[in-house]
C-alpha cells in the first residue's frame, strides 16, 4: 500500500503525466485512458512485489495507491518469466560481489 499525499494536491493524473520538458514521470503508476492506475513494469515496486511473492509463494498480490481522496487497487500476477530473468541477475550479484566479500571475513 502506497499512500500518497500529493495525489491530493496535484491529482493522479498530473502525478503520471510528463513534465514540462516531456520526462517521463518518476511517479510508480501510469494511467489510461479511463482514468486507471497501474504499477510502471520498470518500477522498483514492481520488483519488490515480484520478489515477495517469490519468496511468500504467492500467485498474486493487491497493489493499493491511495489518497485522503482516491484508492486504486490492482491486482499483480506472479509473472514466472520476469522472475527466472530477475534471478538470474541476482544470483551473478551475490557470488560474485556479495559473498566474495563475505568470505574476506570468515
Known sequence: MKCLYA???KGY?????CDELGRISR?????????????KINH???YQIQGQMTITDRN???????SASKIAIQRIHFDQPFWN???IKLR??????VLPEILIYI
Request: with cysteine.
Open 7 to 9: 495525489a491530493d494536491q
Open 13 to 17: 493524473d498530473a502525478l503520471c503525466a
Open 27 to 39: 511517479f510508480c503508476c501510469i494511467m489510461d485512458d479511463i482514468g486507471q492506475l497501474s504499477l
Open 44 to 46: 522498483a515496486y514492481h
Open 60 to 66: 498474486w498480490c493487491d497493489f493499493v495507491v491511495m
Open 85 to 87: 530473468d530477475c534471478f
Open 92 to 97: 551473478h550479484f551475490y557470488f560474485t560481489l
